[in-house]
């Protein structure tokens, strides 16, 4: 892949220069067709994106906000890595996947009628020298982008070029200018999306049904991932295709755990077998043009059926997910969810003879010796970022309420280490997870990946059906 050019870099004497010569700058910048400035029609997304940001203002009245989207990161050297701006940033400009690095939202609340701006860096057009030598603004290498007029009519905002952004916060007093780095703001942005608006909920709803795509395609993969000695990351590049021809990127990266492996909570090495037998926890999320993510696990047996230990586990992390879906409905506390979770688990712990107490005891605060086969929580709220509303205060988030127009999954489990002597042998080396994204409703709770199979005979149906 070609970067930037010798004009540009002089330092890198091994790679290939573009002249800058007059006579070269003059011939590169003529006989191109007229470019064209078609208007872009106001996005779904811009009115949703206006009142947020007048939350936000009346949140912080007589202050400026400014809101950065981040910069491009380095993976090595001069590549970077698939550009994606700040959480914050997306959902008050509703500019998603198209954002141009480095931009900046302004938020002036110092008036009753607030007054926003969004600073970009412009595309470099064939008029300019930056056309063919900067690789980050020049139109030859990054496209054809929006300009300030359209984006300004796309999110119906104010744009500005972010050549001027220093020279209107320099004229400022520093009191007066509040940065995402503040904690009260990032905090304040953050419980923002903690209720999701009817877009939010739409593009949650697309996220999960391409996700679901992404799962049957790797039931289609099954064989060859039998067939490969890293059959993982075959698995793996199912749902990544799925998730580049239908969204944008990963929501984050896939875990594509068989065997032992499903046992290891954040598995993202995928470089090993898929053998008959041995069940396969797959958990992945597909991140919309929008940003909005899925975030759901299915285990499946790659034989196409359940061993009988394997269906007790697995049976009891779903009576453990189905006690939670019990519970869910508005006015519930978010922790009761996986209280309810958390008792069932308890419960099979200490009917497989896997701990010595009472109930009572496993359940009290002090104790939970259950938790030694499931450290991790059962629920978290799901929407831009896979673990959102991350900074929310916990009275708004734990222990607050659950709220008609809430995302969050539900995503019990049970993990036998290969090497647990406190367990039967025949259950070393078991993991089972299943991970379902919710949405609070007025009466109660939808299953947003109800599509995917749950119960064991269903899921050995949906191989079945896939093969």
Known sequence: MER????????????????NSPEFMKFISSGWAAEREEPQPKAEVATYAARRRAIVAEAFAG??????AGGSVTRSNDTEYRYRPHTAFAHLTGWGSATVPDSVLVIDARAHAHHCQLYFRPTAG?????????????????????????VASLLDIETVDLVELDDYLSALPDDLVVRLENQELATFVDELRLVKDEYEIEQMRQAVAVSSEGFNDVLRALPWAMAHERGERVVESA???????????LGYETIAASGAHAC??????????????????VDAGIELESLYTADITRT?????????????????????ADAAFAVAKPGVKFRALHEAAMKVIATKMIEWGFIDITLEEALAGDRQLHRRWMVHGTSHHLGMDVHDCDR?????YR????????VFTIEPGLYFQPDDLLVPEEFRGIGVRIEDNVLVTKDGLENLSAALPRHPDDVEAWIASAS
């Open 399 to 406: 222990e607050a309420e659950l709220r008609e127009g809430m």
């Open 126 to 150: 064939r008029n300019t020298e930056e056309f063919f030598t900067d690789s980050s603004i020049g139109e030859f290498w990054v496209g054809d982008r929006p300009d300030l007029r359209q």
């Open 392 to 396: 929310a205060r916990s009275e708004m």
């Open 239 to 249: 749902f990544f295709a799925r998730a580049r021809m239908d969204g944008n990127d």
């Open 300 to 320: 499946i047996p790659v034989s196409g059926h359940f061993t009988p230990v394997q269906r007790k586990i697995y049976e009891a992390v779903l009576e453990a």
């Open 264 to 281: 290891i909570l954040h598995w993202i090495q995928n470089d090993g077998p898929v053998k008959p037998g041995d069940l396969l926890l």
């Open 63 to 68: 202050k400026i906000l400014v809101i950065q």
């Open 4 to 19: 930037m050019t010798e004009a540009k870099k002089p330092h890198k004497s091994g790679r290939t220069t573009s002249p």
